[in-house]
């Protein structure tokens, strides 16, 4: 299978496709509450029968089951782990934890790239809640937060029925969400939280609400790509899919020296954005040796064979491929596994930055990125440029509170993974100075989704101009913080 995020490898045997330590920055750190009571000895646990709710400590057998996180740079254990497997019991620990002011993190998937789902005082793990109804006359799904993406894609598969989200499998529903959601149908049907309907969420308050366009509406609002642990703990999603029974996969490579490579992306730049809706691709930049880019234009269509190779031609004849494009028609679920990896969860060390590209890079701009791409190892490092444009853009920039819509062009992700703790410096200052290096090109706009504690003002570059709402609607349902991490939405916008 070919993962989007796989860095150490750009033509897999088989065709199939799409992820420091630096202090956190001092205008973050001031920005982050500083930590309530030590949680260790912890006071008397909420009296929740087994049914609701499993309490694991680091002494119970089952405990190191639920530890990993995705990056393994960033897992901490907490000194209790509350699995929560209904809405009441998420009430109960909200409260709990709120009226012993104990330190605590919500947790889902688990796939933080800073560990922001992460704590060494208390767990709110929602991953007991995994109920999936499928409403095929409404087009409905209503799904718990604990449900990861590939649990929801077979079930919705199973009915015919698809869903717009990302390629890895065990991201959860929760945390993507929340965040905006990309992935390969979303130029075709828009970001997950476009979907949204109605979210059940368990406020400051220990209440829990109903927020959708009718009740709770700036809740809703802020539900669809604030980003998680700010408001609320989220327990259940009303999802809106549609049916779709198969897609086009496709992936072409080239291996270049730096100036081919610049023409090339500067082709699929100008292309991508502006490509028909049907199609949605991802252009993987990367090290090939010897001063040269290898570079993977892989994604999906939900159009026909005939348009989508006629597009694809802007690429191919703009420079000869090093293996062949290939294209394939796969039922959804097949579509969603030939890009999904592994289906195991991984755990590994890592570290990833984002940019949005507000408006097309300039000829400089793609020259300066080969030039810091080129000098680093082979497998070192991946900048994945996931297209935007088509019904992203539909939506109003103030719709929702996922800021980057009309006039996006991409998002390109710096990511870079790795096995040996030994190589964690060396990896960190790579992906820096490739970082570093498009500074004087990009706009400050980041992805919340690809969290970044480097960020030296992380709230504008995730939200833009929804900042303001944002922080109205956290003074609104927390007020008094009890919802916060090191990148929540803030309770009052710092002044430069």
Known sequence: MEHPLRVDEFVPSNDMAPVEDKTLAASAAKAAPAPLAAPAPLPPLPNLPASEVQFLRPSDPQYADFLPASSRRKQLAPALRAICKTEHAVAVMVDWVRSNRLNFATRSGGHSYEGLSQST????????????????????????????????????AAQGLALQAGSCPTVGIAGHLTGGGH??????????????????????????LQANAASQPDLFWACRGGGGGSFGIATQFQIGVFPLKSALVFGVSWKLPQARAAKLFAVWQDWAP?????????????????????????????????ELRAELKRLTTSQAPSSALTVTSLAFLDAVKHFAGPLTYPSELMKAKSDYVLSPLSARGIATM????????????VLLCDSYGGRIADVAANATAFPRRAGTQYCIQYFSSWSRAADTPGRLAQIAKVYNAMRPFMPDASYVNYCDLD??????????????????????????????????????????
């Open 121 to 156: 005082g208390v767990a709110i793990d929602v991953r007991g809640l995994t109920q999936i109804t499928v409403d095929k006359a409404s087009n409905l799904v209503t799904v718990g937060s604990g449900v990861t993406l590939f649990q929801l894609y077979s079930a919705l």
């Open 183 to 208: 992935g390969l149908l979303a130029r075709s049907h828009g970001l997950t939280c476009d979907g949204l309907r109605q979210a059940n969420v368990v406020d400051a308050q220990a209440r829990i």
């Open 274 to 306: 502006k490509a028909p809706s049907n199609i949605t691709s991802i252009m993987k930049v990367g090290p090939a040796g010897g001063g040269q880019i290898t570079m993977r234009c892989i994604g999906q269509s939900v159009g026909s064979e005939s």
């Open 370 to 381: 080969m030039a810091a791409v080129a000098p680093t190892a082979p497998g070192g490092i």
């Open 455 to 496: 960020l030296p003002d992380y709230a504008r570059s995730y939200w833009g101009d929804n900042l303001t709402r944002l922080v109205a609607v956290k003074q609104q349902y927390d007020p008094t913080n009890v919802f916060h991490h090191a990148q929540s939405v803030p309770l009052a916008i710092a002044v430069a």
